[in-house]
């Protein structure tokens, strides 16, 4: 069911930036990519989402290639807390979401 | 103040039982959601109910059911429960008309059959 693809899992160094990244090529115009994570035994968080324009919050940035096939999170300053396994799905509104196996990161001291 | 708030946070019953996992939300979500998420991790969801309908997923045995008493509750009851049951369950809630969020999940509930 997911419509996405992730790399299995990444590390990262604690300061630095964590560049997760995730294809959707069969995205449809109504689609929307999203990004939860979810650290463990706990419930999946969000993150961001967008449609076509990159996005920023307070947690993260959201890159989407103007053909909208991939997509790239990243965390600026990556920190301990950030280790978590990291989902990129796909959605349009009112559809439900799909977790595919997400990307598992890992911040090393 | 907990958004989507599930009880118990663990469980352990025998096989055979019937058992209630509990969730409640203060958000003022019009949809709530229950997903399974096994020993591999994958989470998958079982239901999605508001208002006006109950979206079930095909492949949850019938020994599942979920009930909501009023917009802010959705339990989920499991009968005649299997070893194959064990899992984390998390429940979940959202407004249907807004894109913005996705879904705001619970602590989850582990379940364990013995």
């Known amino acids: 069911d997911a419509k996405t693809t992730q790399p299995t899992s990444m590390d990262c160094a604690e300061g630095r930036a964590a560049n997760l990244p995730c294809n959707h090529s069969t995205i449809s115009g109504n689609e929307y990519v999203y990004w939860y994570r979810q650290i463990h035994s706990q419930g999946p968080q969000y993150i961001i989402h967008g449609l076509k324009n990159n996005e920023t919050n307070e947690m993260a940035s959201l890159i989407i290639t103007e053909d909208r096939k991939s997509s790239t999170l990243i965390l600026p300053h990556a920190t301990l807390r950030d280790t978590a396994v990291y989902y990129c799905i796909v959605r349009a509104t009112r559809e439900q979401f799909y977790f595919g196996t997400g990307t598992s990161l890992t911040v090393i001291p | 103040d907990t958004a989507v708030s599930q009880t118990p946070k663990y469980l352990v019953t025998q096989m055979g039982n019937d058992k209630s996992i509990k969730c409640e939300q203060n958000?003022?979500?019009?949809?709530m959601y229950w997903y399974k998420q096994d020993s591999k991790k994958f989470l998958k969801i079982m239901f999605s109910y508001n208002n006006k309908e109950l979206i079930i997923n095909e492949t949850v045995p019938n020994r599942f059911s979920p009930k909501s008493p009023d917009k802010a509750h959705l339990n989920l009851h499991i009968n005649s429960l299997e070893l194959g049951d064990s899992a984390v369950y998390f429940c979940a809630s959202s407004q249907e008309l807004q894109t913005s969020y996705g879904y705001t999940f619970g602590s989850g509930t582990r379940l364990t059959v013995v």
């Open positions: 958000l003022g979500h019009d949809t």
